[in-house]
């Protein structure tokens, strides 16, 4: 079952812009994460955040998660062209199994 | 550090046919992981394991799909026989251990079946 819910499914936008995806789920949660998947490859883990952080940094990624909302959002500062790529969020449960969301699209346009 | 390796990585089958993929994963993760992603969606755990001993198969299609991990290493996933509905992009990730760690996949086996 698929927990997570990222929006938009889609996102175009230009070189140099920022980007901000959503993740939200359902269920009290471990920690969340964020994984990148270019196409035809596999995920890439970007950043964990625990359920008692409200926000992580790393690099142009910055990830805030609201426990009482049930969500979470990934900003991604001064986009690249290779920041073009799905990115997922999945969320680790009770029992440490990751759920995992559909993904949202993005395409940074040159 | 070596990635996740697996392979084949395209494969083409007719339905009713079997196939069989493979994952070595990074040196020294005991948790190994078997993702089903169909174009557009999620990745959907098939099965995980934990050392050779398998932790959830819950959505594993039994009748189907079967996987083993020999000596907690390497493992393989086979299908047989296949339908037409299990064309997606077969991933496998490991992780060091079980507890919602990062996990560290391979680039899958895409599998179409005519």
């Known amino acids: 079952s698929q927990q997570g819910e990222e929006d938009p499914q889609a996102l175009s936008i230009q070189e140099g812009e920022n980007a901000t995806m959503n993740c939200s789920y359902k269920?009290?949660?471990?920690?969340l994460q964020w994984y990148r998947q270019n196409s035809g490859r596999g995920l890439v883990h970007l950043i964990l955040i625990r359920s008692n952080e409200r926000e992580k940094h790393s690099g142009r990624l910055r990830v805030t998660l609201d426990t009482s909302k049930k969500s979470s959002s990934l900003l991604i500062t001064a986009s690249r062209a290779a920041d073009t790529a799905s990115y997922f969020c999945?969320?680790?449960?009770?029992?440490?199994?990751?759920?995992w969301g559909a993904g949202t699209k993005l395409i940074i346009k040159p | 550090e070596a990635g996740v390796a697996q392979s084949p990585r395209y494969k083409i089958i007719e339905k009713r046919q079997s196939v069989a993929f493979w994952c070595n994963p990074i040196s020294g993760h005991a948790t190994l992981y078997w993702y089903q992603q169909i174009l557009g969606q999620g990745p959907k755990l098939l099965i995980q394991?934990?050392?050779?001993?398998?932790?959830?198969d819950s959505q594993l299609p039994k009748d189907r799909f079967s996987a083993e991990r020999l000596k907690g290493v390497d493992s393989t996933l086979k299908i047989q026989p296949a339908k037409l509905e299990d064309s997606a992009v077969y991933l496998c990730?490991?992780?060091?251990?079980?507890?919602?760690?990062?996990?560290?996949f391979g680039d899958g086996t895409r599998l179409s079946i005519l």
């Open positions: 269920t009290s949660i471990n920690n």
């Open positions: 394991f934990q050392n050779n001993g398998v932790v959830d």
């Open positions: 999945a969320t680790a449960d009770s029992n440490y199994q990751l759920i």
């Open positions: 990730a490991s992780s060091p251990r079980p507890y919602g760690q990062p996990q560290h």
